[in-house]
T-cell receptor
Framework: KAGVTQTPRYLIKTRGQQVTLSCSPISGHRSVSWYQQTPGQGLQFLFEYFSETQRNKGNFPGRFSGRQFSNSRSEMNVSTLELGDSALYLCASSYGDYSRLGEQYFGPGTRLTVT | EDQVTQSPEALRLQEGESSSLNCSYT??????LFWYRQDPGKGPEFLFT???AGEEKEKERLKATLTKKESFLHITAPKPEDSATYLC??????????????FGKGTLLTVNP
């Protein structure tokens, strides 16, 4: 079974620009969650999509948004980039039932650098 | 606010020297506790799920245990390939029909040959 894939793997953007990251979950998984990982804050939850609907949301500003398509693939968008948005962005997929919410399978991440 | 604290932040062991990593949590309505391993440059890899106090899970040299306030990841006779950052996460009720996952900041384990 193919794992979670994320594209692109590396990205360099300038302050004020916007960026779109893509995530393809494991086949059969209906839930996709997005996380931001930085050395200081660790892994922080951005949001979760299940069957094309945002089901859970973390404490990030509205500049961070996402969506999920009918094939469960998901995209995350960050508008008006700030220097502090530099981080590793990880997506994770799961079957989506709450009894196993933490049994997530992560992709390799997208390393975003904002200059 | 839900809190997950992992200790120590970093641990250096000699090959074969057993030890434990700690994950303490303060959450309301715990639904599960999860352990992950993360290698440099990669996403976390799921290891274990623990649901209730007293539960234990084992995988090769790793054993995870859970009490009402904390979880331990015991590493027996570690090898250099066990070197990684170990993350724990707790799933807790967040209102309505929703649950959220909160991660600790991890323990960086280095095993020297």
């Amino acid at each position: 079974k193919a794992g979670v894939t994320q594209t692109p793997r590396y990205l360099i953007k300038t302050r004020g620009q916007q960026v779109t990251l893509s995530c393809s979950p494991i086949s059969g998984h209906r839930s996709v969650s997005w996380y931001q990982q930085t050395p200081g804050q660790g892994l922080q939850f951005l949001f979760e999509y299940f069957s094309e609907t945002q089901r859970n949301k973390g404490n990030f500003p509205g500049r961070f948004s996402g969506r999920q398509f009918s094939n469960s693939r998901s995209e995350m968008n960050v508008s008006t980039l700030e220097l502090g948005d530099s981080a590793l962005y990880l997506c994770a997929s799961s079957y989506g039932d709450y009894s196993r919410l933490g049994e997530q399978y992560f992709g390799p991440g997208t390393r975003l650098t904002v200059t | 606010e839900d809190q997950v604290t992992q200790s120590p932040e970093a641990l250096r062991l000699q090959e074969g020297e057993s030890s434990s990593l700690n994950c303490s949590y303060t959450v309301s309505g715990l639904r599960g506790l999860f352990w992950y391993r993360q290698d440099p440059g990669k996403g976390p890899e799921f290891l274990f799920t623990l649901y209730s106090a007293g539960e234990e899970k084992e995988k090769e040299r790793l054993k995870a245990t859970l009490t009402k306030k904390e979880s331990f990841l015991h590493i027996t006779a570690p090898k250099p390939e066990d070197s990684a950052t170990y993350l724990c996460a707790v799933q807790a009720y967040s209102g309505g029909s929703n649950y959220k996952l909160t991660f600790g900041k991890g323990t960086l384990l280095t095993v020297n040959p």
